[in-house]
């Protein structure tokens, strides 16, 4: 296993279009997370699932984001009539589920232009 | 709500300086606290963490100690390399049931070092 996978690595895409990321987490890691960062800033924590369960959203996520994790393993993140402040890098990270703080290993992101 | 603070960057070095890059925090519960580094064109890799008050994390020749009375994580290193630019991103995780182990970011600091 070679870590955290996302792709696709770069996304162009005008304005009003939908645009749809994946996410291929550490084989074993039962929590997945995505995060939007935007230039110059600190990734925002946007969604997490366990397993296949999204436990949480942020407010950042409007009715134009949707994330799934059917099976419990790869994730999609998927943004409706994108506008052109979507443009981010978003990255998605897993860890295990166990007593204690499990280190979140994050992928390498997905970032979106919109234009 | 939660919030991380950092020095405000970017911060340039010589090589074999002293480095010290501020971070402060608000949590409303007893966080656990990380260091995090984006070398260029990679994904965030944890540099170190703290789990609670007076530990001090430590990799690489950097250290930080999680300070409760002063709200702080200050990173450090005694003499940096040429290799240690990036970007560090200062977190924390208040570990709630519902968000699994999301983290809050600062903003992050570029750091150059030059030979």
């Known amino acids: 296993d070679t870590g955290v996978s996302q792709n696709p690595r770069h996304k162009i895409t005008k304005r009003g279009q939908n645009v749809t990321f994946r996410c291929d987490p550490i084989s074993e890691h039962n929590r997945l997370y995505w995060y939007r960062q935007t230039l110059g800033q600190g990734p925002e924590f946007l969604t997490y699932?366990?397993?296949?369960?999204?436990?949480?959203k942020s407010r950042l996520l409007s009715d134009r984001f949707s994330a799934e994790r059917p099976k419990g393993s790869f994730s999609t993140l998927e943004i409706q009539r994108t506008e052109q402040g979507d443009s981010a890098m978003y990255l998605c990270?897993?860890?295990?589920?166990?007593?204690?703080?499990?280190?979140?290993?994050f992928g390498q992101g997905t970032r979106l232009t919109v234009v | 709500g939660d919030s991380v603070t950092q020095m405000e960057g970017p911060v340039t070095l010589s090589e074999e300086a002293f480095l010290t890059i501020n971070c402060t925090y608000t949590?409303?519960?007893?966080?656990?606290l990380f260091w995090y580094v984006q070398y260029p064109g990679e994904g965030l890799q944890l540099l170190l963490k703290?789990?609670?008050?007076?530990d001090k994390g430590s990799n690489k020749g950097f250290e930080a100690t999680y300070r409760k009375e002063t709200t702080s994580f200050h990173l450090e290193k005694g003499s940096v390399q040429v290799s240690d630019s990036a970007v560090y991103f200062c977190?924390?995780?208040?570990?709630?049931?519902?968000?699994?182990?999301?983290?809050?970011f600062g903003e992050g600091t570029q750091l150059t070092v030059n030979p």
């Open positions: 977190a924390l995780s208040d570990r709630r049931e519902t968000s699994g182990s999301r983290l809050t």
């Open positions: 703290a789990t609670k008050a007076d």
């Open positions: 949590a409303t519960g007893y966080p656990s």
């Open positions: 990270a897993s860890s295990l589920d166990w007593v204690g703080f499990p280190e979140a290993f």
């Open positions: 699932f366990q397993n296949e369960a999204q436990l949480e």
